[in-house]
């Protein structure tokens, strides 16, 4: 069984369960993100709530990238990692007030706005403040991501973005406001998408707009695509960097691009997944009467996404290359729900083995929880072991 390179002998003195990420790999897919964006001279905003480490987010930063944040909290984490306060976007349906007056104070590059309500309400923060808030729209582009449903988001019934018909209204209200400026679109149409041709859609439908603001007499000087590209969860040592060549190539090819316009991505998961894995032990094998059942010291609350989303993580014991066994491989938090996986094909387990959960770089350590009184997971880096 092909597993990943691990400095297990290390491990063995850690106590479990830990984040461990691999900075050289970390490093290689930052540095394929530059390549690919520059190759068209695009920019791109890290998204940090896929993973806001502070140790990743200041390697991140080095790299040159802004970050897309979802709450005062992330800005202020982005401002402390080394990101530049004009390289910072700043989206999200339910912006405090508190949050709003940061990002003001800080003179972030942009707000993503998603209802006429919060243009009001940062137009007159903005006032007080005697200031000019640079706003995008995020528009709702009602292109499907054929995604899990808990992951989409640019669809119609979804809470996010400003919905298409409504777009005159919010710019009859612009108008009317003072202090804010419209200097871009923005979409995000879900996440985890490994069907390219969803950008395509995407990409088409932000030049249909365009056409739309057009006619209105408004050209936009940024556009925004989001973040959304998948990563190969079922192969992360074969497939550890996303296709971001084809990825860019796809806006590339089919936006067509306003003069001096520019245009901004926020990938987030497919920068930083496959670089984390969470290590944990086994505790107990415990033979049921249909099925073996592998007991880990992790749970959901160190990596929720199997529980909330049904998503497969690849399991693997990295202890012993004994013959494999099938193995439902659970947490010891008391809910059902705590399940990693079933029938998964792992190496015979042994009580203290430890496993290996990939590809947990992002939503992983950032979703964990102290439900039933656990510890926050700590985080090991491979160049610091
Ligand atoms: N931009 C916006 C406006 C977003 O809402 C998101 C993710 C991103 C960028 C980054 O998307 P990415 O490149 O990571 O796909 N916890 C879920 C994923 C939630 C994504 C939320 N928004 C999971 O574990 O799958």
Not at 36 to 63: C, F, M, Q, T, W
Not at 309 to 322: L, V, W
Request: with cysteine; glycine share 8%; aromatic share 10%.
């Amino acid at each position: 069984m092909l597993k990943g390179t691990f400095p297990v002998e290390k491990f063995k003195v850690i106590p479990t369960p830990f984040y461990y990420y691999d900075i050289s790999l970390l490093r290689e897919t930052l540095e394929t993100v530059k390549t690919e964006s520059d190759k068209y001279g695009y920019h791109v905003h890290y998204a940090v709530k896929a993973n806001a480490n502070p140790r990743i987010l200041s390697i991140i930063a080095e790299y040159g990238l802004g970050a897309d944040c979802v709450s005062g909290g992330e800005i202020r984490a982005s401002l402390a990692a080394g990101f530049p306060a004009n390289k910072i976007v700043f989206a999200g349906v339910g912006k405090a007030d508190w949050e709003i007056e940061l990002g003001l104070d800080n003179d972030i590059f942009c707000f993503n706005v998603e209802s006429a309500a919060e243009l009001e309400i940062l137009n007159e923060w903005a006032e007080k403040k005697n200031k000019i808030a640079s706003v995008a729209f995020r528009i709702n582009p009602e292109v499907d991501a054929r995604t899990h449903a808990k992951i989409t988001t640019g669809m119609k019934e979804n809470k996010f973005g400003i919905n298409l018909s409504m777009l005159g209204q919010v710019l009859d209200l612009l108008k009317t406001l003072k202090h804010v400026k419209l200097i871009g679109i923005h979409s995000h149409i879900g996440s985890q998408i490994t069907d390219i041709s969803a950008f395509r859609s995407l990409a088409i439908r932000m030049n249909e707009i365009q056409e739309e603001l057009d006619q209105r007499g408004i050209t936009v000087e940024h556009v925004n695509f989001g973040g959304g590209l998948g990563v190969d969860y079922y192969h992360p040592n074969h497939l550890s960097i996303p296709p971001f060549d084809d990825y860019f190539a796809v806006f590339h090819k089919l936006l067509q691009v306003r003069p001096g316009q520019q245009v901004h991505f926020e990938p987030g998961r497919s920068v930083v997944a496959q670089c984390g894995s969470l290590i944990s032990k086994v505790l107990y094998v415990k033979e049921g009467e249909a099925k073996k059942f592998a007991i880990l010291d992790a749970g959901f609350t160190e990596l929720i996404r199997p529980a909330m989303y049904d998503a497969y993580h690849r399991i693997e014991n990295i202890s012993n290359d004994d013959p494999v066994e099938f193995y439902d491989v659970v947490g010891p938090i008391c809910e059902s729900s705590d399940v990693f996986g079933k029938e998964v094909e792992l190496n015979k387990a042994h009580r203290g083995d430890l496993i290996a959960l990939r590809s947990a770089g992002a939503y992983g350590e950032v979703m964990a929880s102290q439900y039933n009184c656990r510890q926050l997971p700590v985080a090991y880096y491979s160049d610091e072991l």
